[in-house]
């Protein structure tokens, strides 16, 4: 898969987590972003928009329920996988109210089957 157009930007607290998936995304010839939190993923966003994020729902200052919301208010349509450990429905149902279709329980996933998933999504939606 030729990577190198696509930008990643992953959302997640968990500073481990966040570390090793943008380290393996990077092997894989992506430009990876990083944001600890809602606002900083905002941010991120705001200077350049991603062709996927991963997005942790559970974090300080700004969640990815409340990120997602801000997007879709301010009109920003950014494909997203659901990075979460939460199997709260209610999450469930407004994330999906919120266009993410995908979630990833932390828990019943692998780094590196994230990472396939990430380059799946990308090669589905480079083709569509």
């Given at each position: 898969?030729?990577?190198?157009?696509?930008?990643?930007?992953?959302?997640?607290?968990?500073?481990i987590l966040l570390r090793?998936?943008?380290?393996?995304?990077?092997?894989?010839?992506l430009i990876v972003l990083e944001a600890k939190n809602g606002l900083e993923?905002?941010?991120?966003?705001?200077?350049?928009i991603p062709d996927l994020m991963l997005l942790d729902i559970d974090m300080p200052q700004m969640d990815?329920?409340?990120?997602?919301?801000?997007?879709?208010?301010?009109?920003?349509k950014v494909s997203t996988l659901m990075l979460t450990n939460?199997?709260?429905s209610t999450y469930i149902a407004d994330?999906?109210?919120?266009?993410?279709?995908?979630f990833l329980v932390k828990s019943d996933w692998e780094?590196?089957?994230?990472v396939?998933?990430?380059e799946e999504k990308l090669l589905r939606a480079h083709h569509s």
């Open positions: 898969m030729n990577n190198e157009q696509h930008t990643v930007l992953i959302v997640e607290d968990d500073q090793m998936l943008a380290n393996m995304l990077k092997e894989k010839g993923g905002m941010a991120q966003i705001g200077a350049a990815g329920i409340a990120m997602l919301r801000n997007l879709k208010e301010n009109n920003i939460l199997t709260n994330a999906a109210e919120l266009g993410v279709n995908e780094i590196d089957d994230i396939t998933k990430v």
